[in-house]
DNA sequence: CAATAATATGCGAATATTATAATATTCATC
DNA sequence: GATGAATATTATAATATTCGCATATTATTG
């Protein structure tokens, strides 16, 4: 039991472990919004987008209404939003390590200004 | 800029995303432990549990202290114990439909009782 | 009901993650 | 410095994720 309540919170973690579904949460975290104009303040190819709302809806992260030809999403628990709004915090509190270890890993340029 | 911000927090998830590794930052909640300790607690693999101690090195979830023969581990942010603690209320909070969602993924059994 | 707009799904290729087994490193003790 | 205990690393095979493309579905409008 122990261990696949484990389960279940690191399949949670899995669907928030990628950039563009955190953005997703991100940009809901305001309130609802369509599958449209998430797409489109994305900026990204409609069908990964809506593979990435799928993960979001599979691990039931967010919530789906359907309206006429759209389909507005939300974002199901505030705690969620709680917990990005954490991350942020933690971010902060890491700010240099953590551009060293950006720096490191990717595109130095845009991280030194 | 925003997007590495967004994968860097995706990859802090992703450290977070295994139970084992939660397991792990769990067991370590309350202070540091050995990894030896850590092993026997698990009960798992050495080389397993070495490895995913070596990601959460990596994303510096985790610090770790050398003392002779051992190596000592603990979280290296509070945040990330509070982080959990909300997924723990999170998880209570959906318990009913997690437990649905469980069902139909894996062993019926269990879950039912 | 044909055409179009909004969204979802299926599939294949590239890539990443995981567990296991084998091996290496590091430190303490004799 | 050989031996043993504690921990880390490497290679590999199995599995999972991700993206792009093509296609499907559903609702609206003419």
Redesign the interface.
């Known amino acids: 039991?122990q261990?696949?309540?484990?389960?279940?919170?690191?399949?949670?973690?899995?669907a928030?472990?990628?950039?563009t579904?955190?953005?997703i949460l991100?940009l809901l975290s305001k309130g609802e919004l369509s599958a449209g104009v998430l797409i489109e303040k994305l900026g990204m190819e409609q069908a990964n987008v809506s593979q990435h709302l799928a993960v979001l809806r599979a691990k039931?992260l967010v919530s789906n209404r359907k309206a006429g030809n759209q389909v507005f999403y939300s974002v199901r628990?505030r705690?969620?939003i709680?917990?990005?709004s954490?991350?942020r915090?933690?971010?902060h509190?890491?700010l240099k390590?953590?551009l060293t270890?950006?720096d490191e890993m990717?595109?130095p340029l845009?991280?030194a200004r």
Chains 1, 2 share one sequence.
Do not use: G, N, W
Request: glycine share 0%; hydrophobic share 45%; net charge negative.
């Open positions: 039991m261990d696949s309540l484990r389960r279940f919170k690191a399949d949670i973690f899995q928030l472990a990628h950039p579904r955190i953005a991100e039931q628990d705690i969620l709680e917990v990005l954490l991350m915090t933690y971010f509190a890491h390590e953590s270890m950006l990717e595109s845009e991280t």
